[in-house]
């Protein structure tokens, strides 16, 4: 680690030490919330508190009249709910599950880094402090839950009540282990269901006021396929703050976690479910089948845990919020409120990213294969460029992971590579003439007719491509953290030179148009945007990036940063392009409304024809993602581009909209790579891969 030297492998003294005794050594687990013995609940107790709540008592009497039903089968349906949902903290479950995680992470784990003394301040705090905790990680893979367990069980720190899906409480055996160490379940939509809405925000608030252990959960609300952060959820978070407005706790400390990792297990699943593949439906079998994970030991490289510094609260309730409250105990907390924590939760968790050696790889590679792919990389050009790309990633702020501290030699850089590049040997390896080569990754699936694919069926050439394409790119997604307010800046700037006013104009169409595929919140005040884009700019003018000349932006011609830029972006501003095209040319004469999932289909069949034609817009394979899609749509609608018709579900278009995005689109002075992965030479498969199992 290059910045973060207090760092620790927390495999390391695992391999030297007897998995038995450690999990049965003595403990007393920290609790990070101060509570006098009274005021803490014990699960009996919790459910008895959230059925004597005076909310659900009356939600119960209101459905059975309005129902016209026995009140006492409400009440029974009340404790199903409850019960179901409540967590079973059991130390001994937790030992037992320690003991098995611990030699299923070292087999396919080369380490576990964590800022140690960042779990040492925040354990000293707790043990002070009177405010509930919650911890609340980035969702990159299924295991992100159980290796922040496995971590706090290793510093002594009592595991959380973790938020948890019901596709886990439904997989047999699983599922009541789980909720033996912290989970507690929670329904994917409840929204329509009274009963069930009442006693979930009851139990949580619940959780907040009287139970003496931390609460997690992912602000993300699901795991992001592309490996970088994606717009936050605000449901569960609204009710922890509802909980904090109504005096249960004097605050809430929310610990923000960056997780990275170097291979995520499920990395081929997420390729596939990018294209239109759906996951397979979560289940004991299932898990026991993912045990092939085990097979080759650390095939998955290393993990970094990231804690950021905790944000209070407080710091985003005002006091005439407070008194609103009081006076009116009915008002709910302003959705803004919310927002800008959960947004504040994201920014720290693209703030404390560490890059791992093979995003910069997958960047580099990515780059070469579009601006010169007929030079592709041999070992010492690709050492050059990685130390080039090192440097350059310093200067926005980035910190890359290395297993140990090294001089930033030649040789010990080319061996830094090699270590990077054999837990992704499936994907991109150097072949017999030295030269770096993106492997073969699709299969044919025998059972294609079976399986209902989300968007458009796609040709088995556009997926031979696409997979392996799709595969890397999102392990150079990471670095968007960093790049991708820069990259926006120099798209807006373009190629030819242009006034000041009108980059602006630009920029603030993008930011908009690209918030909700990158997180970034939504900004109505200019005078924000402004600061931000000055920021950045200055960034850019500081390094020779571009430089200015009488009110002209010019990008200056003999730098590598403008192109690698460039063409991180491009996929992403060429599926809003094709989308909005899609939406202008929509035929109203056969039907006057569409639906997000036709949209969909017919959005992603023009980008494989765009593709397969080699057009100027939608060269890239990663266009064809029902991720970035849907994020478009999603976009379009938050702006009222797509605005809601009569029934739900159903939407028409605002053509004048459309048009005027297609217009400044076209304006901008893009500079689209000349090469194609049309052409990109992938070495056969050599062994049995994760899509044969789809």
């Not at 990275?260 to 079998?285: C, D, I, M, Q, W």
């Not at 949209?599 to 060269?619: D, H, P, S, Y």
Request: proline share 4%; charged share 20%; with cysteine.
């Amino acid at each position: 680690m290059e910045k973060n030297l207090e760092f620790v492998d927390l495999l390391y003294a695992r391999r030297k030490d007897c998995d038995i005794l450690w999990v049965s050594r003595s403990m007393d687990p920290l609790l990070p919330h101060k509570l006098p013995p009274e005021s803490i609940y014990s699960r009996n107790k919790m459910i008895q508190a959230v059925l004597n709540n005076e909310k659900v008592k009356l939600t119960i009497i209101s459905l059975a009249t309005v129902l016209q039903t026995d009140i006492k089968k409400v009440i029974k349906e009340a404790y199903e709910i409850i019960n179901e949902m409540a967590s079973k903290a059991h130390l001994t479950t937790v030992r037992w599950m320690g003991l098995i995680i611990s030699k299923v992470l070292k087999r396919i784990f080369v380490s576990i880094y964590i800022n140690e003394n960042a779990i040492y301040k925040m354990k000293k705090e707790m043990q002070i402090s009177q405010v509930q905790y919650v911890y609340a990680p980035s969702h990159r893979s299924y295991l992100d839950f159980i290796l922040l367990s496995y971590i706090l069980f290793s510093y002594d720190m009592a595991l959380p009540n973790i938020a948890s899906g019901m596709d886990f409480y439904h997989m047999y055996v699983i599922g009541e282990l789980l909720r033996k160490t912290g989970a507690f379940y929670m329904r994917r939509s409840f929204s329509n269901d009274l009963l069930y809405k009442r006693i979930f925000s009851t139990y949580v608030a619940s959780l907040v006021e009287h139970s003496d252990r931390a609460i997690e959960f992912f602000i993300e609300g699901t795991r992001s396929r592309s490996l970088k952060s994606i717009i936050p959820k605000f449901g569960l978070l609204s009710i922890i703050l509802e909980s904090l407005l109504e005096g249960g706790v004097p605050d809430i400390y929310f610990i923000p976690i960056s997780i990275n990792y170097e291979r995520p297990p499920e990395e081929l699943l997420f390729t596939y479910e990018l294209l239109g593949v759906p996951k397979p439906k979560e289940s004991t079998a299932g898990l026991l089948q993912s045990l092939s994970i085990l097979q080759k030991s650390h095939a998955y490289g290393r993990v970094v845990f990231n804690v950021g510094e905790p944000i209070s609260a407080c710091q985003f309730l005002s006091m005439e919020q407070r008194k609103t409250k009081v006076l009116s105990p009915h008002i709910k907390l302003p959705t803004f409120v919310t927002e800008n924590l959960a947004y504040c939760i994201i920014d720290s968790h693209k703030k404390n990213t560490i890059l791992m050696p093979f995003n910069l790889i997958a960047l580099l590679f990515n780059e070469k294969s579009q601006t010169n792919p007929d030079n592709p990389y041999t070992l010492n050009d690709l050492v050059n460029d990685y130390l080039w790309c090192k440097n350059i990633l310093k200067v926005f702020n980035a910190t890359v992971h290395i297993e140990r501290s090294l001089n930033a030699n030649a040789s010990n850089i080319k061996q830094e590579i090699l270590d990077s590049l054999k837990c992704h040997e499936e994907l991109l390896v150097f072949d017999i003439s030295k030269i770096l080569r993106l492997k073969e990754r699709h299969r044919t699936m025998k059972s294609k007719s079976n399986i209902y694919v989300k968007g458009h069926t796609l040709s088995e050439k556009t997926m031979r491509i696409a997979v392996p394409v799709i595969n890397i790119s999102i392990y150079l997604n990471p670095t968007l953290s960093f790049l991708i307010k820069p990259a926006i800046v120099i798209i807006t700037i373009g190629i030819k030179k242009i006034e000041i006013g009108i980059a602006f104009k630009r920029y603030m169409l993008l930011r908009k148009l690209l918030s909700t595929e990158f997180a970034m919140p939504l900004i109505e005040n200019e005078s924000v945007i402004k600061s931000e884009w000055k920021e950045t700019l200055n960034l850019l003018l500081k390094q020779n990036y571009i430089s200015i000349q009488n009110n002209i932006y010019i990008q200056e011609e003999n730098t590598k940063v403008c192109s690698l830029l460039y063409n991180v972006i491009l996929p992403f501003i060429d599926t809003i392009y094709i989308t909005c095209l899609v939406l202008f040319e929509w035929d109203e004469t056969k039907l006057n409304y569409i639906t997000i999932q036709s949209v969909l289909i017919e959005t992603q069949k023009q980008i494989e024809k765009a593709f397969l034609e080699k057009r100027q817009w939608g060269k890239h394979p990663y266009s064809l993602s029902i991720d970035l899609i849907n994020t478009t749509i999603s976009n379009f609608i938050i702006q009222g581009i797509l605005v809601p018709y009569e029934k739900k579900g159903i939407y028409q278009v605002e053509k004048i909209k459309i048009i005027q995005i297609l217009t400044q689109l076209q304006n901008l002075s893009l500079k689209h790579p000349l090469g194609s992965y049309l052409n990109t030479i992938l070495l056969p498969i050599l062994s049995p891969s994760v899509s044969s199992k789809l």
